[in-house]
């Protein structure tokens, strides 16, 4: 395609794609980086605001449900409308929702703003993805790809840690307040360096379709993030659950139905892209459950500050940030194979010494591991999930990733979902009686610390369930992979290709 300055947009106008790419991954850093700054910011906003912890909760799961529901309809939005439109308008959405949380004079509106900002983040990732499977050629995806994960591995794992330094030193505005010049600064630089460059085609919008995306993955989300605070035994969590499961059948009913859906389900006809799917999703569950499950044990059994158990997954969360454009460049040269299995068998190994965890653990032990899974992550995620995308018609980028985002969503608030519920229910069905606090307070105690730890030890053999279910997974990845770059059309073609 010549050097990285020689490159054209839809309308054949030269575009410079270093710098388009650069506002791209700045852009998308700061909008995926609010997903997890405010985790350890959580006590001084309830103080604040007078609020409870159900209620501050809201701030992270809204934000989450509000980017779920969004990703699927990303697909319509780039297909329909121009690349360079499209992402100034969801970094625009973006910056205002940031300026409500700055400027926030109650709790009301600093939620708000966090849902306000979640639509900006729900267009701004999955576009990231499609921009850069569109602008290099399938030989070049593996890296590109590598660069976005960089940037969608780095982010929410650095979170924590800033929030905590920031809250420690500065003001619970200053989360907000730092990052409003950066998108100022992205938007003024995407006026002048982001082009049109996917393909658009105008179709009808199917309402229908998106009240039934909305309501379906916004219910199921919904479900699964109540599970921590009601239990799976919840009137509200088995019928948001299952009713939200019930309209995502209806809506895949739908878009089977349709000529010109609003989702095309078909990317799963492509044996490839279902295998990429599957295996991304599962692993998500694994790296997210553990994720949540950490710092509650650094913080509970170890005594440690958000901040300090922050910092401890640091090293790690910095490793996936070196290692995606490695890894990327890995695939390009390799393929997915090897390194899906390699690095399944690292994450596999990294969570098992999880299981025998005490409060005399050294954190240097917990840190190596913590980077031994990270690691392994790398080397399957993002290589997997650009092999899947190399596999569909050009046509299908959008949807594509449209699709893979949104169930790795949904399986990842699945797979939290399951580890708090199976460490809390361990805990809770283990722990002493109460009786023995007043005859025996020393046994109270220690016994009550074990039930703890046994919670937090069946945790992680759940998690490591995962590992293996995504390890047999990845003996379905092969590297005999022919790039056809065709279009909606060939599906049926692409589909029968083995």
């Known amino acids: 395609m010549g050097s990285s300055n020689e490159h054209l947009d ?38 604040e605001f007078n609020v409870t912890t159900s209620a501050v909760q809201w701030l992270t ?19 329909n409308f121009s690349t360079k439109m499209l992402y100034i308008i969801a970094m625009s959405t973006f910056l205002i929702g940031t300026i409500m949380c700055f400027t926030a004079p ?25 921009v850069m499977l569109s602008i290099f050629p399938a030989n070049q995806r593996g890296t590109a790809m590598g660069l976005g994960g960089l940037v969608i591995g780095l982010a929410p794992a650095i979170g924590p840690t800033l929030s905590g330094w920031i809250i420690d030193n500065f003001t619970w505005r200053d989360l907000f307040g730092m990052i409003i010049p950066i998108v100022v600064i992205v938007l003024i630089l995407a006026f002048i360096f982001m082009r049109p460059v996917i393909q658009t085609k105008r179709t009808k919008l199917d309402i229908l379709s998106l009240i039934l995306s909305t309501l379906g993955f916004g219910s199921v989300l919904y479900g699964f993030s109540s599970v921590g605070d009601d239990g799976w035994g919840s009137p509200i969590v088995l019928s948001t659950i299952i009713g939200g499961i019930i309209v995502i059948l209806l809506f895949g009913y739908r878009q089977l139905k349709m000529d010109t859906p609003f989702l095309e389900l078909r990317v799963f006809k492509v044996k490839k892209f279902s295998i990429a799917a599957a295996l991304s999703s599962v692993t998500n569950m694994a790296m997210i459950g553990v994720e ?59 969570t098992i010494p999880f299981l025998f965890l005490t409060k005399t653990t050294p954190v240097l032990d917990i840190v190596v ?9 790398s080397m399957v995620m993002m290589p997997v999930t650009t092999d899947g995308m190399n596999s569909l018609p050009f046509d299908l980028m959008s949807h594509g990733t449209a699709v893979n985002n949104t169930v790795r969503q949904v399986f990842s608030s699945m797979g939290t979902a ?3 519920s199976v460490l809390t229910n361990v805990t809770n069905n283990t722990k002493p009686g109460h009786s023995l606090l007043v005859k025996a307070p020393l046994q109270y105690k220690n016994d009550f ?11 992680f053999m759940v998690a490591i ?8 997974i990845t003996f379905m990845v092969n590297n005999s992979s022919k790039s056809k770059e065709l279009n909606i059309n060939n599906i049926d073609e692409v589909a029968g290709d083995k």
Do not use: E
């Open 449 to 459: 610390f074990n039930a703890t730890l046994g919670g937090y030890h069946a945790a």
């Open 369 to 377: 591991l913590y980077m031994i899974r990270m690691f392994g992550i």
């Open 106 to 130: 109650n709790f009301g509106t600093i939620l708000a703003g966090r849902l306000i900002q979640a639509v900006g983040v729900g267009i701004t990732m999955p576009l990231m993805q499609v």
């Open 61 to 79: 799961t809204g934000f989450l449900m509000v980017n779920g529901i969004m990703i699927p309809v990303t697909a319509w939005l780039s297909n």
């Open 418 to 420: 399951i580890l708090v």
């Open 465 to 472: 369930l995962f590992c293996l279910v995504a390890f047999g």
């Open 10 to 47: 839809i309308n054949g106008k030269p575009f410079n794609r270093n710098l388009l790419v650069l506002v791209l991954l700045v852009g998308t850093f700061c909008t995926v980086l609010n997903g997890t700054i405010l985790t350890t910011a959580f006590p001084t906003l309830m103080k």
């Open 292 to 350: 949540m499950i950490l710092p509650l044990y650094l913080q509970i059994v170890k005594g440690m500050s958000a901040f300090h158990s922050g910092l401890t997954l640091l090293p790690g969360a910095l490793l996936i940030g070196v290692m995606s454009p490695i890894t990327g460049r890995a695939f390009d040269r390799f393929g997915p194979k090897d390194l899906a299995r390699i690095g399944m068998f690292l994450l596999t190994a990294g």
